[in-house]
């Protein structure tokens, strides 16, 4: 399309990806005339839908509670959701579902939209005069008037669209395998991650190489493949009052260099991963003192602090060069394996020094986060990459474009987590989500959940522990060996597999899951009760996704039931005591 009177080209592009049911959509706008151009809005679709009551879901949260579904009805007045907080947020997340009135898991029409984009973003629906449903999704406009000069282009980020006939299952299935499929690169895009311990709930910055290695020891004893040193190994880095773009190894803290430390954790026959926060700045480091105008802030105003430190302007080439060669100099010292990405404060106070129109920073800063993550990546192709944000406050495809895995949420409590990863599963696989063990009484909640419930919730994802294994009884170390040989087999399923929820564990009084592999043969499935009586019933949960002419055995038991009846009957559960019993269930076909 063209405008005369401005001289704007405007291009909408369609991807279509038959097998998937999806239809990704993007625009392009190049000022093919004489003057600059301002664009104050720019959304990557807008879709107009008939004659329909719909109802809109989207997942909204906070910090150690993300991404709990809520879904309303489309009316006249206009809803919108959406961030302007610079990331895509704890708040709300870029996944969207529209669906028909009483749409379900297996019935209904249903359309997803998420976007590829890791910053500010709206969408928003409404019913015109005439009762049809607009939807629009894109790029938040606030803090967002992009110059575009004569001869220039602005591409919008993907949308991306899916369609279900039959429910919200199908729909976040075909999410699960575009994501897996088509967002996810590199390495650990197919290949089994290996299990972690990190130390952030064991030691927070309270750790020296003693310690780390002592974790180590434990850790591969039972069997554990990956030590991750999270926050506090560079610069000067106690608390969180300090240190961060300092991005250098504290050799006194650390007793020597991180290649030192790496080959130690090697030799013990364990992969060895670092924590960053690259795109964060501590007014006391090196890096704030040499820089002081790295760090965004308005002219002549006092910057607002959060978790005591500032973010840096990457909308700046010449700082995202900076932290490149800080954080891959870290990387070449030593064989590091896996590196975790945290980004731990809203932006605010966006200012460019180094830009005379402000109206492109927001944008610009997140193409500078991408485009670090895109050399570094290129640089360290066999790297395992997780990203972070507070927990889950950056979980969107646009990451996962470079982190074929998140940390799903700081909330480790397993009862909170079934309900995280079960808001989280409606756009993406579990392939994405980290989930670790951690001790108990749980830091976040204060909760008590036994080993055998925390290690079904935390298989639900890329699997890992985060507690002192010191602290371990001998019991707790022979159940984490078993979830450790569980997992080894039943990874595959769970992380390849397609994915079924099994219960809305904010009403159900369990949560309930279960993953098929592809040819139906294997199953995985997981449940916990979250409310016990006295005298409890035996109850039964309806399995989905296996063949019904085919009969299952379970492993542990050796007890054969037919596919028919496991689906349309349930498959049964009988109810010990205690708190929140868990059941993890692996069901192989019978020949
Ligand atoms: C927030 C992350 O979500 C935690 O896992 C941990 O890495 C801390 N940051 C470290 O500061």
Redesign the pocket.
Known sequence: MKEKASGAILHLYYGVWEEENVITRTASLTNAGKEPIYIEKFLSCSMDMMDRDLDLISFTGRHAMERTAERIPVQHAKVEIGSTRGTSSHHYNPAVILCEEGADETHGSCIGACLVYSGNFVAAAQKDQKNQTRFQMGIHPTNFCFHLEKGEAFDTPQAILSYSGTGLTKLSQQYHEIIREHICRGAYKHAKRPILINN?EATYFDFNEEKILKIAEQAQKLGIEMLVL??GWFGKRED?NSGLGDWFVNEKKMNGSMAQLAEKIHRMGMKFGL?FEPEMISEDSDLYRAHPDWAFAIPGRVPNHSRNQLVLDFANPEVVDHIYEQIAAVLRQGDINYV?W?M?RSLCDIYSDSMVWQGNVMYDYMLGVYDLLERLTQAFPDMLWEG?S??GGRFDMGMLYYTPQI?CS?NTDAVDRIRIQYGTSFAYPLSTMGAHVSAVPNHQTGRVTDMNTRGVVAMTGAFGYELDLGKLSEEDKTAVREQIKTYHEAASVILKGDYYRLSNPFEAEYGAWMSVDEEKKHAVVGAVLLNTHGNHPVFYIRLRGLAPERSYRDKKTGTVYSGAALMELGMPFTVVSGNYPSYQILLDAVE
Do not use: L, T
């Open positions: 952030w999270d926050d969180d924590w975790k945290d731990n972070c507070g927990g940390w700081d």
